[in-house]
T-cell receptor
């Protein structure tokens, strides 16, 4: 089946630093999504991308849909303690009704 | 408006026991999904439903059954639990299918099979 490789698996940073993570796929996706999961809760959608090359921001978060349609990137600028959590990418192949999720990036911030 | 709720929040089973996880949504969504989350593996789709009375297999359906008798409820059943089914189970719903439709997730059910 389709697989998404998300990296890094974990990050330990200082408050105020910028964060970058990415997802790559062996398949071409027509949609990329980025979710955040906090402890004890379900994932919450952060950003949705629908076109190759698209760059979308949500506050301090910026995500891009790769030109090859096989990758996506999420950046967080000036991290704060509430950014802690697990970030998941998810993608959908054209015509499919299901999402494929990456393994997640666990973000830990030292104040 | 509670969104997506899941019952129970936590359960411990012995191998071979059965149980049903309940998911309820009050957003009148057509699509509902059951995922399992395991360390280092992200979320994997077990079963999903595109409307009342319909169900379909996802990526990892073996050992699970589902039913969608009412539009607002999606039940996940384990007939004979196995230790490999120890996981956190998430239910989600969306108005329609496709990634352009936001999936709203419940808080999860943590299941431990001994």
């Amino acid at each position: 089946g389709q697989q998404l490789n998300q990296s890094p698996q974990s990050m330990f940073i200082q408050e105020g630093e910028d964060v970058s993570m990415n997802c790559t796929s062996s398949s071409i996706f027509n949609t990329w999504l980025w979710y955040k999961q906090e402890p004890g809760e379900g994932p919450v959608l952060l950003i949705a991308l629908y076109k190759a090359g698209e760059l979308t921001s949500n506050g301090r978060l910026t995500a891009q849909f790769g030109i090859t349609r096989k990758d996506s990137f999420l950046n967080i600028s000036a991290s704060i303690p509430s950014d802690v959590g697990i970030y998941f990418c998810a993608g959908q192949v054209q015509g499919a009704q299901k999402l494929v999720f990456g393994q997640g990036t666990r973000l830990t911030i030292n104040p | 408006n509670a969104g997506v709720t899941q019952t129970p929040k936590f359960r411990v089973l012995k191998t071979g026991q059965s149980m049903t996880l309940l998911c309820a949504q009050d957003m009148n969504h057509e699509y509902m999904y059951w995922y399992r989350q395991d360390p280092g593996m992200g979320l994997r789709l077990i079963h999903y439903s595109v409307g009342e009375g319909t169900t379909a297999k996802g990526e990892v359906p073996d050992g699970y059954n589902v039913s969608r008798l009412k539009k607002q409820n999606f039940l996940l059943g384990l007939e004979s639990a196995a230790p490999s089914q120890t996981s956190v189970y998430f239910c989600a719903s969306s108005q329609f299918g496709g990634a352009s439709e936001t999936q709203y997730f419940g808080p999860g059910t943590r299941l431990l099979v001994l």
